[in-house]
């Protein structure tokens, strides 16, 4: 699924929904091997939206999107076709 699509599909869930896709992709960045590919920039980002409990926003899923394709493009690719 390519990553556009995953962003519109992302508008059209439950919020329900849309917190269980951004906790699946947050789980991939955070136990990544290859974190650490994931730009410092990306990454604080991604802190702060946390920190201010905005991380469910679009803004956040796009960051998280970004991070988890950076350093897992497969994993996010199959998890993304099973969620969505």
């Not at 951004?22 to 990544?32: A, C, K, M, Q, Y």
């Amino acid at each position: 699924m390519d990553l556009e699509r995953a962003l519109s599909r992302y508008l059209e869930l439950e919020e329900e929904d849309r917190r269980k896709l951004v906790d699946g992709i947050l789980e991939i960045v955070l136990s990544s091997p290859n974190s650490d590919l994931v730009p410092d920039e990306v990454g604080w980002k991604i802190s702060n939206k946390f920190r201010s409990g905005k991380l469910y926003g679009l803004d956040g899923f796009k960051l998280l999107l970004q991070a988890a394709n950076t350093c897992e493009p497969i994993k996010l690719k199959k998890f993304l076709e099973g969620m969505i």
